[in-house]
């Protein structure tokens, strides 16, 4: 059995490691919140961005144009989203294996596929596995405009340059606290359907926002001054939608899976100190025990 001291060294750094766990958890929980709020917030204008796209579907010009032009896939572009950071369960992996089956499935091989890496996990298990890495992004900090901007306008350059054939997205979509899904949308070439689906994902099932009107669909739609143009300038917009609430998404999911494993540390530890205060009291009193039966024996030894 261990000494007292040791059991009561054991015993502080549990303590220390709960504490440190338990502000992690706090942090995450502040940083969720925050996360799915703004992807609330911004629900409204993916719903409207959805109706846009699903009006310009009428067009002719529409189905012609580069940007949401079906061709063979001989290549691939994936955009795949983790975080810079561990200690949040299975997060990073299930994205990651999530992408690598969407790859097998597509049956592109690794010199076939390219990949723009959100974060450090994407980008060291990618480049580990001979995967091209174009860009790498870090995820370590709020979503910005210019992320999405330069995201989106990479691979829209790529897919209408012909070097690609396709573009999705890879990243774990928050369905609750305790609940997170990997997921891959298509973002080029851009589709009403794909569009509408992650405006779906981002509702709630229940609740204030949980209500959404369908998009309209009309058979034709005037563009002024020329559809060319109209649809050069709102079609990546339209993409920045999927990738810029796929990085919310994906923030969200980061900070609740990490939380969720902080609290899971913590009662963990707690159990552990738990165990630890019960072998301490019975190591205590075994050397209580001992010491009065050595006294007992000196003092009977001493009688005789």
């Known amino acids: 059995m261990a000494g007292l001291k040791q059991i009561k060294t054991k015993i502080v750094a549990m303590k ?60 691939a572009l994936y955009i795949v989203i983790t975080s810079d950071k561990g200690l949040a369960g299975a997060l990073n992996s299930g994205v990651l294996r999530a992408a690598a089956r969407g790859i097998a499935t597509s049956g592109l091989g690794a010199e076939a596929v390219s990949i723009i890496a959100v974060g450090r996990k994407a980008h060291d298990f990618f480049a580990a596995r001979g995967y091209q890495v174009d860009a790498f992004h870090p995820n370590n900090a709020a979503v910005t405009g210019a992320v999405v901007r330069a995201i989106v306008d990479e691979a829209a350059a790529r897919f209408r340059a012909g070097e690609v054939d ?47 009107p369908a998009p309209s669909m009309p058979a034709a739609y005037t563009l002024e001054p020329s559809e060319a143009e109209v649809l050069n300038a709102i079609l990546p917009m339209l993409a920045s939608i999927i990738v810029y609430h796929a990085l919310l998404e994906a923030g969200a999911s980061e900070h609740s899976a990490r939380m969720v494993a902080m609290k899971s540390a913590s009662d963990k530890a707690g159990e552990m100190q738990e165990r630890l205060t019960l072998q301490f009291n019975k190591a205590r009193q075994a050397a209580i025990t001992r010491e009065v039966s050595e006294i007992t024996g000196g003092m009977e030894a001493m009688a005789a």
């Open 166 to 212: 396709r573009v999705v997205v890879a990243y774990q979509n928050f369905v609750s606290t305790f609940e997170q899904r990997p997921t891959l949308r298509t973002v080029f070439p851009l589709s009403v359907e794909d569009l509408q689906a992650v405006v779906e994902d981002i509702a709630p099932k229940r609740g204030a926002f949980s209500a959404a």
């Open 16 to 75: 220390k490691s709960q504490t440190v766990t338990k502000a992690m958890e706090a942090v995450s929980a502040a940083k969720m919140r925050k996360a799915q709020a703004a992807a609330l917030k911004g629900r409204a204008y993916a719903r409207a961005a959805a109706a846009t796209l699903g009006r310009l579907s009428g067009s002719r010009e529409i189905s012609a144009h580069p940007l949401s032009a079906l061709r063979p896939v001989g290549r």
